[in-house]
């Protein structure tokens, strides 16, 4: 089935350090992938939607200079968290899926630690 | 706006029990209602969807129901195992866009 990958799966970084994570699709195509933010028993809240070759659509409230979206071909997606303070210490998750109205397919998330 | 409303917020059961979650959403263009499972560390994981033209949908030990003109929709886990404690997310899509419930956490006590 489809798989999505994400890596790295924990980082721990000092405050203002810039931090990548990379969402790929594995055995699929996605024009569109998500990114979401998850806080301790808390449910999944969007982020941004990133589309292949086009700009990130940001949620209302998400700051688009802090969270940087690239989505350069149509397997790989990144979220850059820029000048990381220990505020921006969460889970993020990413998803993919084939075409509209399709599952979601998670990849394992990213566990962000900054001190 | 749009919202999915999930109950309980927790669960326990003994195994070999049942358990039920429901959900309702608001957005009557939603046609697609996923549920994932969501183990501690990990990414949700699809366990079973149901689409808004279908009543009824069942996977093994896992049923999903649907009932498009009151906007519900429940999982049923039947024969319950310790392996089904997670976090349990319902959603309801249109198109593009997905809305997630807040989720229940379910412990199967053996």
């Known amino acids: 089935g489809a798989v999505v990958s994400q890596h790295p799966s924990w980082v721990i970084c000092k405050s203002g350090t810039s931090v990548k994570i990379e969402c790929r699709s594995l055995?699929?195509?996605?024009?569109?992938m998500f990114w979401y933010r998850q806080f301790p028993k808390q449910s999944l809240m969007l982020m941004a939607t990133?589309?292949?070759?086009?700009?990130?659509?940001?949620e209302q409230g998400v700051e688009k200079d802090k969270f940087l979206i690239n989505h350069a071909s149509l397997t790989l997606s990144t979220l850059t968290v820029t000048s990381a303070h220990p505020e921006d210490s969460s889970f993020y998750i990413c998803?993919?899926?084939?075409?509209?109205?399709?599952?979601?397919?998670f990849g394992d998330g990213t566990r962000l630690s900054i001190l | 706006g749009e919202n999915v409303e999930q109950h309980p917020s927790t669960l326990s059961v003994q195994e070999g029990d049942s358990a039920v979650i429901k959900c309702t959403y608001s957005?009557?263009?939603?046609?697609?209602f996923p549920w994932y499972k969501q183990e501690l560390g990990k990414g949700p994981q699809l366990i079973i969807d149901?689409?808004?033209?279908?009543g009824e949908k069942k996977d093994q030990r896992i049923a999903v129901t649907l009932n498009k003109t009151a906007k519900h929709f429940s999982l049923h886990i039947t024969e319950t195992q310790p392996e089904d404690s997670a976090v349990y997310f319902c959603?309801?899509?249109?198109?593009?866009?997905?809305?997630f419930g807040p989720g229940t956490s379910l412990s199967v006590i053996p």
């Open positions: 998803s993919a899926f084939r075409t509209a109205n399709q599952p979601q397919h």
């Open positions: 055995d699929f195509q996605a024009t569109t």
């Open positions: 990133s589309n292949e070759g086009s700009k990130a659509t940001y």
């Open positions: 957005d009557s263009a939603s046609n697609y």
């Open positions: 149901i689409r808004s033209n279908v």
């Open positions: 959603a309801a899509s249109t198109l593009y866009k997905v809305i």
